[in-house]
C-alpha cells in the first residue's frame, strides 16, 4: 500500500535473500548496494541473510570482496575507501552457495543451507527468491525449486522476484507464467519493474488523488492530450546480443512506458491497495485499442540511429555498434499513437516515444489540457495562445511542474508563459529520493505487491504489444527511418503528431 508517514520506518521479518545468478552485474551495480543502505537506514532485522547461488567456484571471502567492490563503487552509504564497522557488520550477513540452475542436486544443497543457516541463527525460514540470472534461465531454475519443494510454505513463507523481460510475446508471456504458478501461487510471485520504484513515478497516485485540484479536470473534457517520453542518451553498449533481438519496443514499451501510462490513465481503485491498483491498471490495459495492422504506418514511427555526435563526441550508428549485425533492421527508436476506449479518456490520443542515443536522458509524462474555449485577446491568434501543461518529470531532476499564462507587467494585455516549479531535492533535500532497488526490495520483504506486476497485467502488455510487431513485419509497417545520434528522433515522429495538429513537446 501507499505509505503518508515519510519517516515511518518499515522493519520487515526476519529472512534469507537467496540471488540467483548472484556473479552478475546486477547483484553488484543494484541489489547488494540497495541492501547496503536499507541496512545502514536500519530497515533491515538483525536475523537477515543475503545468500548468492551462481557456477563461479568462489569461497565465502572471494564472493564477500567482490560485493564490497560494488558496494565501495555503486552505494552512497559507504565512501570510496572507507572500509568500516558497517561494512563489516554487514558482510556477516553475505553467503554464498556453488551450483549450477540445471541441477536439482545444487538446489537441494542449497535448501539444506537455508534450514541449517536459519537454525543456527534462531529465526524462521522465510526466504525471497529474486532471479537475477538471465531469462533463459528461469524455467530451470523454477523448475528445480519446484522439484525440491522450496516454493512450499511450511516452515516459512516464499515469495519469489522475477526481473523483466517477461517473456518476448504473448505465448512466452503466458508460458512463463504458467512456470511460475507450477509452483507458485500468484500472490507468492513479484514481477519487478524497476521504473515502479521510482518516488516520481509513485507520485504520480498522489498528485491524482490527494489533490482535489486535479483530478476534476483529468479527462476527455479538459485534456487535450498526452504525451509520454523516455528518452536516453547511451547506445546499446554490452547488450547489443539482447538488444537486436529485442529492440526498442520490447524492451521499453512493453514494461515500463505502459506501466507509467496506466498509471497516468487508471481509474481511482477502492483502496491503495496492492489487488485494488493492479486491478485499475488492467482496466487500462483492457481499453487501450490494439493498433490493427492497416494502422501501422499512420500510428507507429520506427527509426534507428546512426552516427552523431552525444555531448561533443562522435558515436557510431547502431549497424557499427560491436555485436550488431551490420544490416540490422532493429528500431532504437519508436513513437506510438494509442486511444482508449473508455469513459475518462475516449477521443483523447496518447502519444509515447522513446529512443537511445537522444540529446538528452529524460523521463518524463505531459498532460496537455485544451486552450480556452473562447479568445479574448485580440493581439494574438489561438495558436500564440499557450496550452497549460502539467509536466511529471521521472528523471532526472524528479518533480513536477505546471506551465500557465500570466500577464506581462505595464499597460495592455502582453501574456507570457510562466512556470511553476516543485523538485523533490529543493523541496525534501538532495537524498530525497531512494534508489527504486531500495523501495522495491523492501516491499517484496514486506509482502507489499502494490508496485510489482500481476500476471494479467503482463500478458494484456503484450496484446497491445504484438500487433504492433506484427505490423512490422507486414505490407503495412513504416519505413524504419534513420536519426543522426544527439537528434531527438527521425522526421517521421514529428509528422505523426504535425498530422493531428500537435508537436511533442520539447
Not at 523454477?142 to 512450499?152: F, T
Not at 509482502?447 to 510487431?469: C, H, M, N, V, Y
Request: include cysteine; glycine fraction near 6%.
Amino acid at each position: 500500500m501507499i505509505h503518508d508517514r515519510p519517516n515511518q520506518v518499515r522493519l520487515s521479518e526476519p529472512a534469507s535473500l537467496v540471488i540467483f545468478g548472484a556473479s552478475g552485474d546486477l547483484t553488484v551495480r543494484k541489489l547488494l548496494p540497495a541492501l547496503f543502505n536499507l541496512a545502514q537506514q536500519g530497515r533491515l532485522p538483525d536475523a537477515f541473510n543475503i545468500v548468492g547461488f551462481a557456477r563461479r567456484p568462489w569461497s565465502q571471502e572471494e564472493f564477500r570482496a567482490r560485493m564490497y567492490d560494488g558496494i565501495r563503487q555503486f552505494s552512497a552509504g559507504l565512501p570510496v575507501g572507507e572500509s568500516s564497522s558497517a561494512w563489516e557488520s554487514f558482510a556477516q550477513r553475505i553467503h554464498y552457495v556453488q551450483g549450477s540452475f540445471d541441477a536439482p542436486e545444487s538446489f537441494a544443497e542449497l535448501d539444506r543451507f537455508l534450514l541449517n543457516l536459519a537454525s543456527s541463527r534462531q529465526m524462521p525460514d522465510n526466504r525471497l527468491y529474486y532471479l537475477a540470472a538471465p531469462p533463459q534461465s528461469y524455467d530451470e531454475i523454477v523448475e528445480n525449486l519446484g522439484c525440491v519443494h522450496m516454493a512450499e510454505e511450511t516452515s516459512g513463507w516464499r515469495r519469489i522476484v522475477v526481473e523483466k523481460p517477461f517473456g518476448t510475446d504473448l505465448a512466452s508471456a503466458q508460458h512463463l507464467n504458467k512456470e511460475l504458478h507450477n509452483c507458485f501461487k500468484e500472490e507468492q510471485v513479484y514481477r519487478i519493474d524497476h521504473y515502479l520504484g521510482k518516488e516520481t513515478v509513485q507520485n504520480i497516485l498522489v498528485l491524482r488523488f490527494a489533490n482535489a485540484i486535479f483530478e476534476p479536470i483529468w479527462n476527455r473534457r479538459y485534456v487535450d492530450h498526452v504525451q509520454i517520453s523516455v528518452a536516453e542518451t547511451v547506445g546499446v553498449g554490452s547488450r547489443a546480443g539482447y538488444y537486436d533481438q529485442a529492440g526498442i519496443v520490447r524492451d521499453i514499451f512493453q514494461n515500463h512506458i505502459l506501466q507509467i501510462l496506466t498509471l497516468v490513465a487508471m481509474e481511482p481503485p477502492i483502496a491503495f491497495e496492492a489487488d485494488a491498483i493492479r486491478d485499475e491498471k488492467v482496466k487500462v490495459l483492457r481499453a487501450l485499442r490494439p493498433i490493427r495492422l492497416e494502422e501501422s504506418a499512420t500510428h507507429t514511427v520506427r527509426a534507428q540511429y546512426g552516427a552523431g555526435n552525444i555531448d561533443g563526441q562522435l558515436v557510431p550508428g547502431y549497424c557499427e555498434e560491436p555485436g550488431v549485425a551490420p544490416d540490422s533492421q532493429t528500431p532504437t527508436y519508436a513513437a506510438i499513437k494509442w486511444y482508449l476506449d473508455n469513459w475518462r479518456w475516449q477521443g483523447v490520443p496518447f502519444y509515447v516515444r522513446s529512443g537511445k542515443r537522444m540529446p538528452s536522458r529524460v523521463t518524463e509524462v505531459s498532460i496537455h489540457f485544451k486552450r480556452p474555449p473562447l479568445l479574448l485577446f485580440k493581439a494574438v491568434n489561438d495558436e500564440e495562445l499557450r496550452a497549460n501543461v502539467l509536466v511529471v518529470r521521472i528523471q532526472p531532476d524528479e518533480g513536477i511542474s505546471l506551465c500557465f499564462e500570466a500577464k506581462l507587467p505595464g499597460q495592455g494585455m502582453m501574456r507570457s508563459s510562466v512556470t511553476m516549479d516543485f523538485t523533490y531535492s529543493k523541496a525534501f533535500g538532495a537524498a530525497a529520493t531512494p534508489d527504486a532497488y531500495e523501495r522495491l526490495l523492501l516491499d517484496a520483504l514486506l509482502g507489499d505487491a502494490t508496485l510489482f506486476t500481476r500476471s494479467d497485467e503482463i500478458e494484456w502488455a503484450w496484446r497491445q504489444i504484438d500487433p504492433i510487431l506484427s505490423g512490422w513485419q507486414s505490407e503495412y509497417a513504416p519505413p524504419l527511418e534513420s536519426y543522426a545520434a544527439g537528434t531527438w528522433g527521425p522526421r517521421g515522429a514529428e509528422e505523426l503528431l504535425e498530422r493531428d495538429g500537435r508537436r511533442w513537446r520539447q
